[in-house]
C-alpha cells in the first residue's frame, strides 16, 4: 500500500484520489490461453490480453470481474481475422507472440512490457510500478525514454511535442482559450509515441475524466488515467507512424469521404444577419470573382436563438434566400446547437417531453441550464430512439436546400455554472440492444455527449437525403467522432500566438484520426491586423478546412476589406486552393481508406530524420508540399528546414538540394512552399465553385527525383455514386535520367467521366528538350514563366499515354 500525490494537471478528485490509498493487482496466480491472447488471474483481479492483429493488442482489466464488453469508440469487428498467437507460460514470465510484437507479463508484481519480435523493448510498465486502482480510480505508469516524443491527445494546446507536458481530458467550452488552457473541447485518449523512427500508439477507451501525464511528475515516466471506468486500452505498433494511424484508425473508424465543396473556401462570422446582409456578402464575392462555396449562418438567423428556428423579422424570404445562394454557387451550412429552449408551443421541447427524450435528474425531473435560449433541455443523445427523432427536426431545412449543419456547444456547455456544463449526477439512459438501456450519469457520458449529438445528425441526414453525403462540422468530440463529422479547432483569438499555435493544434488532431479538420482563419475573438489575416488567409489555403470566422464585436474578415493590395493577395491564394482542389480531393480520399491525413507532420513522411521529430512550425500537405510559413512577426528573415531529397519552390520552380537549412524573407504575397522531388500534382484551371466546370486542361506539375509519382481521384463529389463503381482512379509515374524524362499516365480505373478531355504536363527542372513525344508522335512544347517545360494537348480518353522529353541535339 503506498500513497501518492497527484500535481494540480493530474488530480482526478480530491476526495478519492488525494488522500486515498492506491494499489496494483498483486501478483499473478493462474494463466489460462484464450482463443487470442490469454486471461491473467492475480488474485480476484484479472488481465485479459488479445491480440486483434500482428500489431495490434488489447489489455483489459478489473480488480473483480469484467463488466459486459461495450465502446462508444471502438467498431465491432474492426479487425475481423485476429491471429492466433504463441503462448509460452514460465515460472516468471508470460509471453504472447504474433510475427510482428511480443507481450510479456512479469508475474511479481504483474507487470506488462510490449517487444518486437526480435526482443527489443517498445514500451513497458514502469519498474516495480504496475497499474495501480483506488476505488473506480486508476493510473498507468511507463518507462519514458530520452529519446522518446509524444503526439496527438486531440486539440490540445502547445507545441506539436507532448513531452513535459500534463493534460485533463474533459469536453469544455473554454471561450478565449490561450496558451495554458486545459482542458478544451475535445477528448480524444489517444497517443502516438516516436522513438528514433519507431513509433507505437496507445489508446485508452474510457470516457470518464481522463489525465495524461508526459514527463511533468517524474523525468522518466509517463502515465495515464481515470477516475471512473474500466482500465481498457489498445497497443498498436508501427514499427513507421503511418501504421499505427491506420491501425488505430481502422479500430476507431476513418473520416467518410466529404462531399467537395466543403473543400472550398468558407466564409463565417458570428452573424451574418439579416437577409440582405448574407445576400450582399454572397453578391460580392461573386462580383469580384473570388472563388468561395459556403457561408455559415450562426445563431442569430433563429428566433430567440431556438434551433430548428427562423427569425423571420430578419429572414423574410429565408426559403427565396437559399435557393438563389444555391444559383449562385453557394452552400449553406446552419449552426444548430443541441439545447432546446423550454418553452411549451416549441415543437421540440413539445415532441421531446410527450416522448421523454431529455437528461434527467437524480430525482427523475427533466434536468434545466441556460443556454442561449435561455432556460433549455438537452436530448439524450446516448439512446437510439432519441438520435432518431433528432434526425427527424433538419426535415423541413433539408427541403428548402440547406446542405450543411454545424453543431457547436455541444461538450455539452452550459451558462452560468463554473463547471460550464451539466451536473456530473445528471442521468443517461444509454441504448444497449433491442428495447434495452442501462442507466449512468454524467461522469461517463459527458465526453461521448457530442459525439452521440453528432452521430444524430449524420445519421438523420443519412435518412432524409440517403444519396448525399452529408457535411456536419462539430466543436466537441471522442475518439471516433470522426465517422459521423468534421470538426476545428474552437474559439481561437485573432493573434500570431494563435496562427502560429493553429499548425501543431492542427497537426495533432490529424494524428488522432479527425482528417477533416481546420482552425477559425483570422481568429474568432479579437480583430486582426490586415497583415496577420492575409497571413492566415495564405496558411488556410493547406488545411484540409478553409474556414474564416469571426466574433460579433469585431471587424469584418472577408477577402476584400483591407482594400486592393491585400484583396489580391488574399484572392490570389484562394485561387490557388481551387487549383489545388484536385490534389487534396485525391488526399483526402486516401484518408477516408487509409487513415492517414492530408496535413501531416514532417516526421510521417521522413521517419529516418530523427531532427524532424518535434518540428512543428513547417508541415507536409499531403506527400509532395512542404509549407513553412511565416508565424511570428518579426522583422528578420527566418530558417526553413528542408529534408533530404531535391525540392521545388512552389512559386518560381527554384531548385533546392535537402537536408538544407536557409534563411528566407518573404514579402507579405509569399508564403513558402516547396515540392517534394518524385513528384507528380494534379492542378486545374480556377473555378469560382466548385459546381462550376474548369474551362481548359488538367496539368500535371512534374517534379523528377526518386519515386516520381503522383495520383488523381475523382467522383461527383456530391453522392455516393463512388461506392458503385462511379469513381476515377488515375495513377501517374516518372522517369528522369540525363538524356530526358518519361512520364507515363495509366488507364484509369473506375467508371467514372471527369470533367477534361486533355491534359497538360509542366515538367520542372528539365534541361534544354530536343525532342518531345506523346505516344511516339512529336508534340508541341514551350516554357511557362516559372521555368517548367510544358506540353500540351495530351488527350485523356481512358487510355494510358507516354510522354517522353529528350534533351540536348542528336
Not at 484520489?17 to 483481479?45: D, K, M, R, Y
Not at 490534389?583 to 501531416?600: D, F
Not at 518579426?634 to 525540392?647: C, N, Q, R, T
Request: proline fraction near 8%; include cysteine.
Amino acid at each position: 500500500m503506498k500513497l501518492r500525490f497527484f500535481p494540480l494537471a493530474l488530480t482526478l478528485t480530491i476526495s478519492s484520489l488525494a488522500f486515498g490509498q492506491w494499489h496494483s493487482l498483486g501478483n499473478v496466480t493462474s494463466v489460462e490461453p484464450t482463443a487470442n491472447g490469454a486471461l491473467i488471474t492475480a488474485g480476484s483481479a484479472h488481465l485479459q490480453v488479445s491480440v486483434l492483429a500482428p500489431n495490434v493488442v488489447r489489455l483489459r482489466y478489473t480488480e473483480n470481474s469484467f463488466p459486459p464488453d461495450r465502446s462508444f469508440a471502438v467498431l465491432p469487428d474492426a479487425f475481423p481475422a485476429p491471429p492466433k498467437p504463441q503462448l509460452l507460460d514460465e515460472k516468471n514470465v508470460v509471453t504472447i507472440s504474433t510475427v510482428a510484437l511480443k507481450v510479456q507479463i512479469s508475474k511479481s508484481p504483474l507487470r506488462v512490457a510490449f517487444l518486437t519480435a526480435s526482443g527489443e523493448v517498445i514500451s513497458q510498465d514502469q519498474a516495480n510500478t504496475p497499474p495501480e486502482f483506488n476505488g473506480p480510480a486508476f493510473r498507468v505508469w511507463k518507462s519514458m525514454p530520452l529519446s522518446e516524443h509524444y503526439f496527438a491527445l486531440g486539440d490540445k494546446f502547445g507545441p506539436l511535442d507532448r513531452r513535459n507536458e500534463a493534460f485533463t481530458l474533459w469536453n469544455t467550452d473554454e471561450f478565449g482559450f490561450q496558451e495554458s488552457t486545459d482542458p478544451i473541447y475535445k477528448a480524444i485518449p489517444f497517443f502516438l509515441a516516436l522513438n528514433e523512427g519507431n513509433a507505437y500508439g496507445i489508446f485508452l477507451d474510457n470516457t470518464y475524466r481522463s489525465s495524461f501525464d508526459f514527463g511533468k511528475l517524474s523525468h522518466d515516466a509517463y502515465s495515464f488515467g481515470a477516475e471512473g471506468g474500466q482500465l481498457d486500452y489498445y497497443f498498436f505498433y508501427g514499427p513507421n507512424a503511418k501504421r499505427v494511424i491506420s491501425d488505430y484508425t481502422a479500430l476507431t473508424g476513418r473520416m467518410p469521404l466529404p462531399p467537395l465543396f466543403a473543400m472550398g473556401y468558407q466564409q463565417c462570422r458570428y452573424s451574418y444577419y439579416p437577409e440582405a446582409r448574407v445576400r450582399e456578402v454572397a453578391n460580392e464575392f461573386r462580383k469580384r470573382h473570388i472563388p468561395a462555396d459556403v457561408l455559415y449562418l450562426d445563431i442569430d438567423y433563429q428566433e430567440k436563438y431556438r434551433p430548428f428556428t427562423i427569425d423571420r423579422e430578419r429572414f423574410p424570404h429565408f426559403e427565396g434566400m437559399v435557393a438563389d445562394l444555391r444559383k449562385q454557387g453557394f452552400k449553406l451550412v446552419l449552426i444548430t446547437d443541441l439545447h432546446i429552449a423550454a418553452v411549451p408551443g416549441y415543437q421540440p421541447y413539445d415532441e421531446g417531453m410527450a416522448h421523454d427524450y431529455f437528461i434527467k435528474n437524480p430525482d427523475g425531473s427533466v434536468y434545466v441550464g441556460p443556454v442561449w435560449p435561455g432556460p433549455s433541455v438537452f436530448p439524450d443523445f446516448t439512446r437510439t430512439e432519441v438520435r432518431d427523432w433528432w434526425g427527424t427536426l433538419y426535415t423541413g431545412f433539408i427541403k428548402m436546400g440547406v446542405r450543411g449543419f454545424w453543431n457547436d456547444m455541444n461538450e455539452p456547455s452550459v451558462f452560468e455554472t463554473p463547471t460550464k456544463t451539466a451536473p456530473l449526477d445528471t442521468v443517461h439512459r444509454v441504448t444497449t440492444g433491442p428495447n434495452t438501456e442501462r442507466k449512468t450519469d454524467h461522469r461517463e457520458i459527458h465526453n461521448v455527449f457530442g459525439m452521440e449529438n453528432v452521430r444524430g445528425t449524420y445519421e438523420g441526414l443519412l435518412k432524409l437525403q440517403p444519396d448525399l453525403r452529408p457535411f456536419v462540422l462539430t466543436r466537441a468530440a471522442y475518439a471516433g467522432t470522426q465517422r459521423y463529422a468534421s470538426t476545428w479547432t474552437g474559439d481561437n483569438t485573432a493573434s500570431w500566438n494563435h496562427m502560429r499555435l493553429s499548425v501543431p493544434q492542427l497537426l495533432n488532431l490529424s494524428l488522432s484520426g479527425f482528417a477533416f479538420v481546420g482552425d477559425d482563419i483570422g481568429g474568432f475573438n479579437g480583430s486582426p491586423t490586415p497583415e496577420l489575416l492575409t497571413r492566415w488567409m495564405e496558411l488556410g489555403v493547406f488545411n484540409p478546412i478553409y474556414r474564416n470566422h469571426a466574433n460579433k464585436g469585431t471587424r469584418d474578415r472577408e477577402p476584400w476589406v483591407d482594400g486592393p493590395e491585400h484583396e489580391k493577395i488574399r484572392k490570389s491564394y484562394i485561387e490557388t486552393r481551387y487549383k489545388l482542389l484536385p490534389y487534396i480531393y485525391t488526399g483526402l480520399e486516401e484518408a477516408s481508406r487509409t487513415g492517414v491525413p492530408l496535413m501531416r507532420p514532417l516526421f510521417l513522411e521522413f521517419p529516418k530524420e530523427t531532427s524532424l521529430e518535434t518540428d512543428g512550425e513547417e508541415f507536409m500537405f499531403g506527400r509532395s508540399l512542404l509549407v513553412a510559413p511565416k508565424e511570428w512577426p518579426f522583422v528578420d528573415p527566418y530558417e526553413v528546414k528542408l529534408p533530404a531529397g531535391d525540392w521545388f519552390d512552389y512559386w518560381t520552380g527554384e531548385k533546392h538540394s535537402g537536408p538544407a537549412e536557409f534563411k528566407v524573407d518573404p514579402g507579405l504575397d509569399v508564403l513558402p512552399v516547396y515540392v517534394r522531388g518524385g513528384s507528380i500534382l494534379p492542378e486545374q484551371p480556377v473555378i469560382e465553385y466548385v459546381g462550376q466546370q474548369p474551362s481548359g486542361p488538367l496539368t500535371l506539375r512534374v517534379y523528377p527525383g526518386p519515386e516520381c509519382s503522383g495520383d488523381l481521384y475523382a467522383d461527383d463529389g456530391d453522392t455516393f455514386a463512388y461506392k458503385k463503381g462511379q469513381f476515377m482512379r488515375e495513377h501517374f509515374t516518372c522517369e528522369a535520367s540525363s538524356s530526358g524524362v518519361k512520364v507515363h499516365i495509366a488507364a484509369p480505373d473506375g467508371a467514372y467521366q471527369p470533367w477534361f478531355k486533355q491534359m497538360r504536363l509542366a515538367v520542372y527542372g528539365a534541361g534544354a528538350a530536343r525532342d518531345v513525344q506523346v505516344d511516339g508522335k512529336s508534340a508541341k512544347k514551350s516554357k511557362a514563366k516559372d521555368g517548367a517545360l510544358e506540353v500540351e494537348n495530351i488527350p485523356w480518353d481512358a487510355k494510358a499515354h507516354d510522354v517522353t522529353i529528350s534533351y540536348g541535339t542528336k
